[in-house]
T-cell receptor
Framework: DAGITQSPRYKITETGRQVTLMCHQT?????MFWYRQDLGHGLRLIYY???????DKGEVPDGYVVSRSKTENFPLTLESATRSQTSVYFC??????????FGPGTRLTVT | GQQLNQSPQSMFIQEGEDVSMNCTSS?????WLWYKQDPGEGPVLLIA?????ELTSNGRLTAQFGITRKDSFLNISASIPSDVGIYFC?????????????FGKGTLLTVNP
């Protein structure tokens, strides 16, 4: 199906483990974004990418790494997960306009 | 960072009632967007606004881009139970770059059947 997908939808991991969240979009949008959503904080931008091989930090990048070797994929890696990274993670993409289209989210729990 | 003040934080209404919510800022925005998020899902774009004073409708939803470019309003008419969810405003800041959006913290809407 066309659109933006995220995997896995749910993930439980242990402190210190590396975990990668996947994001895939079929619109060939140039821009892609990673957000985390926490109660009391709303949506906070972690990283974004303007095109393949171009990425930049957002508001809360510490502890996260991104890459974008292909336009359609934008994986987010937690190099050494911490409990404070327990959150719901959303990927989004945007094309020629400023409208962002969100994926269904990944609920990550770090124990 | 830049903040959007979204109000009210939550609303509890009866089915059939009209609803109004708004976002304000001390800064000027070029674009205003309104999203709805259902439980366990990602935000879904409802309405996009591009010009000061613009009034746009999407079914029972109507949104306006404030004339000062510092605020936006969303109205829902004749609410129904499936309107339940969190409504977010988002804006693209004038002078901002790289297609980043600033988000409000959301209005939680509960509709009593």
């Amino acid at each position: 199906d066309a659109g933006i997908t995220q995997s896995p939808r749910y993930k439980i991991t242990e402190t210190g483990r590396q975990v990668t969240l996947m994001c895939h979009q079929t619109w060939s949008h140039s821009y892609m974004f990673w957000y985390r959503q926490d109660l009391g904080h709303g949506l906070r931008l972690i990283y974004y990418s303007a095109a393949a091989d171009i990425t930049d930090k957002g508001e809360v990048p510490d502890g996260y790494v991104v890459s974008r070797s292909k336009t359609e994929n934008f994986p987010l890696t937690l190099e050494s997960a911490t409990r404070s990274q327990t959150s719901v993670y959303f990927c989004a993409s945007s094309g020629p306009g400023y409208e962002q289209y969100f994926g269904p989210g990944t609920r990550l729990t770090v124990t | 960072g830049q903040q959007l003040n979204q109000s009210p934080q939550s609303m509890f209404i009866q089915e059939g009632e009209d609803v109004s919510m708004n976002c304000t800022s001390s800064s000027i925005f070029n674009t205003w967007l309104w999203y709805k998020q259902d439980p366990g899902e990602g935000p879904v774009l409802l309405i996009a606004l591009y010009k000061a004073g613009e009034l746009t409708s999407n079914g029972r939803l109507t949104a306006q881009f404030g004339i000062t470019r510092k605020d936006s309003f969303l109205n829902i008419s004749a609410s129904i139970p499936s309107d339940v969810g969190i409504y977010f405003c988002a804006g693209q800041l004038s002078g901002g770059s790289n297609y980043k959006l600033t988000f409000g913290k959301g209005t939680l809407l509960t509709v009593n059947p």
